[in-house]
């Protein structure tokens, strides 16, 4: 008996020991832990993946009642999957009243009912898993629906419980708490005639701001995060996440950013402890991705979001690239020097510890061949192909706007009639209606700017609607041109820009070169020539984008030889010199 109690007594020692030596020995491996970089870079899924944004009211109608849902995503998952993308970001399906098409979220726990339901989502993300691809959703929690249940509760009373959940003021001198203006026009305050004070929205008037001062309004946050996390999504696209914290006292906007005001409400002191906090309770725990959409964040405040050692973000969205053509309302068109100039800037601004996002459109913008291309019947298919090539070769994580690999382009609107979106109304009011601009000239801009340009639904194939819906009447109007630019033609086209977004993405899973490879411009005054190395080691290549219509003879800068064509948008020869000869709107890959 006593030498049994001997025996275990000392086997439990011995595991003990053992366990602890395992234990440390791990720490100190941890604590050494040298993992390999790439060009100073840790590899990281997320730094290698292609992302495909979906805006899920104009993808794919699957029951006829006009409006894009989730069972239609799923239906085309192979035909996503086909593009060689591997991440997709939903745009909002959370239940919404869509004053602002699911940026007014009233149940973030729902599924909006337009969309489906939760089980549709469920199988949507299955799907996705399924086909070895991920899920990145939505996360809009600077604001909220006004139909929110804590909206509701909120302006009930000024003794509410969740009346600190967002941000009143009453009057001063007679009028709004100060002279912030809103995204959507006008003021950014709203009387509430229930206890008359003003709530803060820097959006529509249907979507308050959240305190996030309130550390109940932060746990809240976390935890909703984590019902989708759990879920088994691959994490966020964090919506105007630099808005959360406010400047103590909400002092009024100076005159300089006055048409500017973005850059301002990035300023509030809380931000990154917010943000810090968030990673710790919520983030840390998982192997996902965060994007944070970033308006307002300039290029020198960018490394405090996303330096890898400060656990915030993982990357953000910059917005100097996709508003180069109209920085402010109007289209004010842009110089490819400029262009160029911005990426350099960003790669200098980007030490080893931090990541950037390349992306020159999505659901606030105009079509990327429309803005940066050319979408001239000539010139369409290989400038959409040349912006696909310098999309997936320049150094960040890329994201592609579902249409964007068909070629999609802006919409001729003729009427205010033909546009849903309340940014464009609500700027027709101001505009138009007091007589400062005239309809045409606002229609003109619109043609080049409106959100809703973007939006319309993708064009399935060339029947009715462009196969998008059964129903007569599509929740926003077809493009006209969906008879020669849908899915169907391009699936069946090997020379099509969808098939050339595969090739290119072969390309790019195959070289990592192109994911963490220094990045050079090789001509950045060039008016026309887009010229680039991307080099990992001994691995080299040469860009080459004519960004016009036109023929270009281009000499490479020092005697440089093209090398050995790996991927053109034309089908022609090799050129192996140090001489090219350029058609319009060509894009050529070479291997060095
Ligand atoms: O966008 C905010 C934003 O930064 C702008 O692009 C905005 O859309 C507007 O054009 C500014 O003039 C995000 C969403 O992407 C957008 O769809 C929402 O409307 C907005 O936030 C509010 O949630
Ligand atoms: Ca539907």
Redesign the pocket.
């Known amino acids: 008996m006593r030498i049994a109690r001997a025996v275990f007594f000392l086997s439990l020692m011995l595991l003990l020991t053992t366990s602890f030596m395992i234990g440390a020995d791990k720490k100190k491996q941890n604590s050494s832990k040298s993992v390999a970089t790439l060009n100073g870079y840790e590899p990281k899924w997320w730094k290698e993946a292609v992302v495909y944004q979906v805006y899920p009211r104009s993808f794919k109608d699957s029951n006829g009642d006009g409006i894009g849902d989730l069972p239609g995503i799923t239906e085309k998952l192979d035909y996503i999957k086909g593009i060689g993308v591997n991440v997709i970001w939903l745009s909002p399906h959370f239940d919404s009243p869509n004053a ?1 098409n699911g ?1 007014d979220i009233r149940d973030y726990r729902k599924v909006m009912k337009e969309f489906g339901t939760m089980e549709d989502f469920d199988a949507l993300l299955k799907g996705v898993k399924q086909r070895g691809m991920r899920l990145v959703l939505d996360l ?1 929690v600077n ?1 909220t629906s006004d139909e929110h249940r804590w909206f509701v509760e909120s302006r009930k009373s000024k003794d509410n419980p969740y009346r600190d959940y967002y941000i009143w003021r009453g009057a001063k001198d007679g009028h709004e708490p100060n002279n912030w203006t809103s ?1 959507f026009s006008g003021s950014a305050w709203k009387l509430d005639p229930a206890t008359n004070e003003y709530y803060l929205h820097l ?1 529509a008037e249907k ?1 308050p701001d959240l305190n996030w001062d309130n550390p109940k309004v932060r746990n809240e946050v976390y935890d909703l995060m984590k019902f989708w996390l759990d879920k088994g999504v691959d994490g966020f696209r964090m ?2 996440i630099p808005f959360i914290s406010k400047k103590p006292g909400l002092p009024d906007l100076p005159p300089e950013y006055m048409n500017r005001p973005q850059y301002f409400y990035t300023q509030g002191p809380h931000l990154h402890e917010y943000l810090q906090e968030m990673n710790k309770h919520v983030l840390s725990k998982y192997d996902v991705m965060t994007v944070g ?1 970033a ?1 307002g964040v300039t290029l020198e405040g960018t490394p405090d979001l996303v330096d890898e050692r400060r656990h915030e973000l993982d990357m953000i969205f910059n917005f100097d690239v996709v508003r180069i053509g109209h920085p402010g309302r109007q289209w004010i068109g842009w110089k490819l020097p400029d262009l160029k100039a911005i990426y350099t800037q960003q790669d200098k601004a980007l030490d080893v510890h931090s990541w950037n996002t390349i992306f020159m459109s999505n ?2 913008n105009p079509r990327v061949v429309s803005a940066f291309g050319d979408d001239s019947p000539e010139y369409r298919v290989p400038s959409a192909k040349l912006l696909a090539t310098m999309l997936l070769t320049l150094k960040g994580t890329p994201f592609i706007y579902q249409g964007d690999e068909l070629g999609m382009t802006n919409y001729p609107f003729k009427s205010l009639e033909d546009f849903d979106d309340i ?1 464009i109304k609500n700027a027709w009011k101001e505009l138009v209606e007091t007589k400062k601009v005239t309809p045409e000239e606002f229609l003109a801009q619109a043609n080049k700017v409106a ?1 809703d340009n973007s939006r319309t639904p993708i064009q399935w194939d060339d029947s009715a609607n462009g196969g998008f819906t059964t129903s007569a009447k599509p929740w926003l109007a077809m493009n006209p041109n969906y008879r020669e630019i849908n899915a169907k033609q391009a699936t069946g086209d090997p020379d099509s820009i969808y098939s050339y977004f595969r090739k290119m993405n072969d390309l790019r899973r195959s070289t990592k070169a192109f994911v963490y490879g220094e990045y050079k411009d090789l001509d950045p005054a060039n008016q026309k020539v887009f010229a680039y190395t991307r080099t990992l080691g001994k691995e080299k290549y040469l860009v080459v984008l004519n960004f016009s219509k036109d023929e270009v003879s281009y000499t490479l800068p020092q005697g440089m030889k093209a090398g050995v064509l790996s991927l053109s948008n034309y089908s022609g020869k090799e050129e192996n010199t140090g001489a090219l000869k350029l058609k319009g709107w060509e894009a050529r890959i070479y291997k060095m």
Request: charged fraction near 40%.
């Open positions: 602002d940026y809009v604001h995204f959006f979507q919506d105007v959409e308006f659901h606030d940014e959100r």
